[in-house]
């Protein structure tokens, strides 16, 4: 029985003593691992398109603009001197001359279509309302303009519109056409259009401005005197000559400069002179 007892008990010590059988623990990977992905960046700046340069260059002035740099300075000086509105006689010296360029303004310096009416000058001959009709030719443009002055001013026809007041070009571009300057019945709104569109009216407000402003003026003639002793002026402009003067009033030379008293021929503009009877 002793026996028994000790072959059992070294059975069991047999058995655990055995070789062990190894338990290997696999660590479960985990499904909500996140993997991880570099988001390329790309550092790469991309070229800037070049901005367009954009070259602003100034027009050229039209054949208009040139005429009014050329004439607007006589234009005042005739509004100071006869009372017309320097917009109204550039207005109407574009449109008669067609900006200087027409073949009366530069054949015969004459730029606003007068005709002869008994012109005792110069003359040039131009198909207008009739074939070959006469017009007055001038030495200088000047001369035109001062001829355009004394037309109007020496015409009983035109004298409401020396009641106007002096910036109402409105009022002057229709009173022409119906004292019958032009027969076209569009005339005063071509004027219009030309003084608005080319802001004419600003060398009226230059003039008004160093000028007290008078309501009527009805002719250039100065009265000194009697009635019968007429002396008529004239306020010189760019370009004139006592030459050219003595062929617009129709005298001489030494009869302007003994009147005015005129040691030498020269003259600056704005000067006033008096022209012999």
Not at 44 to 62: D, G, M, N, W
Not at 86 to 100: F, K, N, R, V
Not at 198 to 206: G, I, N, S, V
Request: with cysteine; proline share 3%; aromatic share 8%.
């Amino acid at each position: 029985m002793k026996l028994k007892s000790v072959i059992l008990v070294m059975a069991v010590l047999a058995m655990s003593c055995g070789p062990k059988k190894g338990i290997v623990t696999k660590k479960k990977q985990s499904s909500s691992s996140q993997r991880t992905v570099a988001k390329e960046t790309n550092n790469t700046v991309e070229p800037t398109a070049p901005k367009e340069t954009v070259v602003t260059t100034s027009k050229p002035p039209s054949s208009v603009e040139k005429y009014i740099s050329l004439y607007a300075e006589i234009a005042k000086s005739k509004m100071h001197s006869h009372k017309i509105p320097a917009s109204i006689t550039l207005a109407q010296g574009i449109l008669e001359s067609g900006s200087g360029s027409g073949r009366l303004a530069v054949k015969a310096n004459n730029h606003f279509g007068i005709k002869c009416h008994g012109w005792k000058g110069a003359k040039i001959y131009h198909d207008d309302d009739r074939s070959q009709e006469c017009f007055r030719k001038y030495d200088k443009a000047e001369m035109s303009y001062e001829d355009h002055s004394l037309f109007l001013t020496g015409r009983s026809r035109y004298a409401k519109l020396f009641q106007l007041d002096q910036d109402d070009y409105k009022g002057w571009a229709k009173g022409l056409r119906a004292a019958g300057y032009a027969t076209d019945r569009k005339y005063p709104e071509k004027l219009i259009s030309l003084i608005e569109r080319y802001k004419l009216y600003q060398y009226d407000q230059e003039v008004l401005s160093g000028t007290k402003r008078t309501s009527s003026r009805k002719s250039t003639t100065l009265i000194e005197g009697s009635k019968k002793d007429k002396t008529s002026s004239h306020i010189v402009a760019k370009g004139d000559t006592l030459y050219s003067l003595s062929r617009l009033y129709k005298t001489t030379v030494e009869a302007l400069k003994s009147k005015n008293n005129l040691k030498s021929n020269d003259l600056t503009i704005g000067q006033k002179l008096i022209i012999p009877n």
